[in-house]
């Protein structure tokens, strides 16, 4: 049983570390088609990057994404009516922090410090140091009014 055990933890590792592999590989091939993507951001396996549009995406240093979030440079819903597709670029500045399952569509810059919750579509820009949320993503207050609310509630507990 024991040799069981360990031969299944070597597999696990063998596959968590072919995985790393991929995805590694995948950002830097994005990188290499000319995606920039800062120092120290955190992008989750299932965070889906626009492949044929990616060095119109700039994403700064200290950023996170939450779970199956989706960057897209361009939109072509319009194509079959009118012959013509939304390209446009995509900055999202240092500190951003985009929750779970966010949509960020080509045009927009999501200013510095800026925190997006979950499930939000970012359709325009976003200015710095806010929380936004909705869809459409939409400014629900300051960084600072947030954090401090937080720290209030943490130092209540």
Avoid at 78 to 94: K, Q
Avoid at 108 to 128: D, K, Q, W
Wanted: charge should be neutral.
């Amino acid at each position: 049983m024991s040799s069981l055990s360990s031969l299944i933890g070597l597999v696990a590792g063998v596959r968590d570390r072919v995985q790393r592999f991929r995805v590694n590989r995948r950002w830097a091939k994005l990188c290499e088609n000319g995606m920039h993507l800062g120092s120290d951001v955190w992008l989750p396996d299932s965070t889906w990057i626009d492949p044929d549009y990616c060095f119109l995406i700039s994403i700064g240093d200290h950023c996170g994404f939450g779970a199956e979030c989706l960057i897209l440079a361009h939109d072509a819903q319009m194509d079959e009516f009118i012959d013509a597709a939304r390209i446009g670029r995509v900055i999202i500045h240092a500190s951003c922090h985009i929750g779970s399952r966010t949509v960020v569509l080509p045009g927009v810059e999501i200013g510095p410090r800026t925190i997006v919750g979950a499930n939000s579509v970012v359709s325009r820009s976003l200015p710095p140091d806010t929380v936004c949320a909705g869809a459409p993503a939409r400014v629900i207050c300051s960084l600072e009014d947030y954090l401090t609310k937080h720290r209030a509630r943490l130092a209540t507990h």
